[in-house]
């Protein structure tokens, strides 16, 4: 049961490697078109030694999402100095730079999740927290020595979520039609948002 | 080929009558859950009626969310008065109203619609561009005697977008754990959203 190695990897930098071409594969397909097929091909690879690493299909598509979703948690992380805007306007440029690379895999991934698919749903959730969370923790993106922006309340939590589904909204419908946006209006628009949904006042009752 | 009718309705009314008891079924119930032996015991007539009404299943299926998607969006109709946040409030209201009072057959039809089903997913989107073409149209939500906040322009288009993402996400997550958040705070954030939104300055660069 001891499969081939090529090169002088070892079985986890082996899988490693592989995972990482899954996540290239991803990048311009939808996780139905990925199958074991297709990266044995590409890999040079037999399906057998492929499913040797990952099992099955099921398992193959989940160690490739969880992967594409650690490379965009970590593509995402905000830069340790700046002020509190510059920061932030830096992450969402990753991200938005991540989204537009890597498009038909993300939407195949949004909807799996939203679809029923409970791994894809949870991968999709821990990721979707994990950039959630940096708004609010120790270290966090909009609470350096320039001072914090957003406050860790209920509001302010619903509030994060809500501007996460925006911008993943507003990035996945300019990355299908610009419409004439540019990229900067799109990453102002995103950056420029949470804190003006931070301060919005309540407006006078009707 | 003649189908028995009760009291003195039409087959046209005595279908539209079926249909406003499946949306009623539908509100908690998710559109797995809504089946035709179901309607057809809570109705208290038979299968085989409801199959000379519907056709099958998804045909049934269909009907009821266009009826639901069409109550959604006659509710939410802005007052023809007021001002224009007042007006925005006013149908940010109905909406969350309606959300709530309908949450599971809502929440499966964003889950069906995000998935893949391509009926869901069109009467979903039709109903979305209903509900925004009133921020844009002549006799629209903002655009009253006291003045326009959103033009109509590419860019105000995307974030209306992004706008109505925020929303159904906001009011979803609140409806499932309200954590503290009072409905008000809920409806002031989502209607004093929108300006805020048209209105963000575009931070300086990092």
């Given at each position: ?29 939808s996780l ?21 690493y ?6 193959f ?45 993300y ?11 409970e ?25 350096n ?17 809500g ?10 419908a ?33």
């Amino acid at each position: 049961m001891t499969a081939p190695t090529r090169a002088r990897l070892s079985p986890d930098e082996r899988r490693s490697q592989l995972l990482d071409l899954g996540v290239r594969l991803l990048a311009t397909r939808s996780l139905d078109e990925l199958s074991i097929d297709l990266l044995a091909e590409e890999a040079g690879i037999s399906r057998g030694l492929l499913y040797h690493y990952f099992g099955n299909k099921h398992a193959f598509h989940e160690a490739v999402v969880r992967r594409a979703a650690d490379d965009l948690i970590a593509q995402t992380a905000p830069p340790a100095g700046g002020d509190a805007l510059g920061r932030l306007l830096a992450s969402v440029t990753a991200y938005v730079d991540y989204v537009l690379a890597n498009y038909e895999g993300y939407v195949s991934l949004i909807k799996g999740a939203a679809g029923g698919n409970e791994t894809l749903r949870q991968i999709y959730d821990e990721a979707r927290s994990a950039l959630s969370e940096r708004i609010f923790t120790e270290q966090n993106l909009l609470g350096n020595a320039q001072g914090e922006l957003v406050e860790d309340t209920p509001r302010n939590r619903l509030l994060v979520r809500g501007w996460s589904a925006m911008t993943e909204e507003l990035v996945v419908a300019w990355g299908r039609d610009p419409a004439g946006v540019s990229r900067q209006e799109v990453l102002d628009i995103i950056a420029g948002s949470l804190p003006a949904l931070v301060g919005v006042a309540s407006p006078a009752p009707a």
